[in-house]
Structures are given as C-alpha cells and as structure tokens.
T-cell receptor, first 113, second 117 residues
Framework: EDQVTQSPEALRLQEGESSSLNCSYT??????LFWYRQDPGKGPEFLFT???AGEEKEKERLKATLTKKESFLHITAPKPEDSATYLC??????????????FGAGTRLAVHP | DSGVTQTPKHLITATGQRVTLRCSPR?????VYWYQQSLDQGLQFLIQ???????AKGNILERFSAQQFPDLHSELNLSSLELGDSALYFC????????????????FGPGTRLTVL
C-alpha cells in the first residue's frame, strides 16, 4: 500500500538552530514529491516539487532533497516566522492512467526567539 | 494568496442537514480537487474534476457529492451530516489533469471550516 511517513511529528527549535525534517515513502513508482507549508487554519502553501532522486531545491532558508526512499527538508538558521506544519506529498499512480497525491501527516515546527 | 477561492469560510450546522461548499480555481486551471482535513486523519483526497468531468474518486462517502460547472467552479455537497463530518474542507486546483507522465502541482484554497453540532 502506498504510504508517506513524516518525522518527527513535532519539532521545537531555537531561532538560528538548523535542523531537518524527514519524509519517507513507499509507493509503487514515484512520480514526483511535493513539499507544502501549512499555517494553522489555512490552506497548504506550495513550496517545492522534486522530480527524481538526487534533485535539490532551495527557497530562502529551506532546502529540499530527494533520495529513492525519502526526502529531507533542511531548515537553516530558522526564524519564528518559519513556524508552521510542513507537509510532504508524493504523486503516485491511482487508476485509469491518472496520478493522485498522498499526503503525510506533517511535522509541526515551532521556532522560538 | 494561491488564487483559489472558497466560500464560505466557516459553516456551522446541525446533524442531518445538508450543506454546499463552493470553490473557484486559479485562472487557467482546469482541475479541481477536494480534500478533507481532520485532526486525526490528515489531508484526505475526496474527489477530482477536470474540465467538468469526474476524474478520480478517493475516500468520498456516498453522502457526499461534487460537480464542476462550465465556468470551472466546483461545489461539494455534504448531506445527512454527522458529527464526524466536522473538519476543514479544502479545494485545490492545477493545470494538469493528473495523467501519468505529468507533475501535478496543486494549489490550495483557504478552506471551509465545517462544524456539525
């Protein structure tokens, strides 16, 4: 069964303390991996698409990497405004020639001054 | 702002009632997706429409239905509501219809918070 697991469930950092979030997946034929940021009560905000193993993408203090079994979201010198839930989603085969997104449960990140 | 709009923002209703949630996709997007997000379930895919036609069905209950209109806006109808239907309902849109070989970046609206009392 296609599955996406994110760890840790929650992470508390001091401002400036770099760390990484993990997204591991088991899907029958990965067709892209996506990272989203979600603030409480808001819709997920698209961050990155990673297309194949070895790929990296960067945006401000965030850097996403992809291997054959997992993806990491590295946060360098985080600020309080980086506090949010980070969601990982993999694009997997659904049926009838179409893909679907399977979301992980997310990592709740809190960055304290 | 993703460009996806949803109304209403909040909805409070009673068990057994029926409600309609509305979504307008980003300009140029033909696909609309509906998701349910509850505290214990995470984001669950419900259904996808592409250019007016149903494309894919996920974990959508028989009490729920959706449609996409010629102007591409979509409505999600929830009937015979139960307490467990209380959740955030998100609409997302994308350019692609999700065929194999394409990358389906989806952009989410702000959501509708449904509370069933």
């Amino acid at each position: 069964e296609d599955q996406v697991t994110q760890s840790p469930e929650a992470l508390r950092l001091q401002e400036g303390e770099s760390s990484s979030l993990n997204c591991s997946y088991t899907v029958s034929g990965l067709r892209g991996l996506f990272w989203y940021r979600q603030d409480p009560g808001k819709g997920p905000e698209f961050l990155f698409t990673l297309y194949s193993a070895g790929e990296e993408k960067e945006k401000e203090r965030l850097k996403a990497t992809l291997t054959k079994k997992e993806s990491f979201l590295h946060i360098t010198a985080p600020k309080p405004e980086d506090s949010a839930t980070y969601l990982c989603a993999v694009q997997a085969y659904f049926s009838g020639g179409y893909n679907k997104l399977i979301f992980g449960a997310g990592t709740r990140l809190a960055v304290h001054p | 702002d993703s460009g996806v709009t949803q109304t209403p923002k909040h909805l409070i209703t009673a068990t057994g009632q029926r409600v309609t949630l509305r979504c307008s996709p980003r300009s140029g997007d033909l696909s609309v997706y509906w998701y349910q997000q509850s505290l214990d379930q995470g984001l669950q895919f419900l259904i996808q429409y592409y250019n007016g036609e149903e494309r894919a069905k996920g974990n959508i209950l028989e009490r729920f239905s959706a449609q996409q209109f010629p102007d591409l806006h979509s409505e999600l109808n929830l009937s015979s509501l139960e307490l467990g239907d209380s959740a955030l309902y998100f609409c997302a849109s994308s350019v692609e219809q999700g065929r194999l070989g394409t990358y389906n970046e989806q952009f989410f609206g702000p959501g509708t918070r449904l509370t069933v009392l």
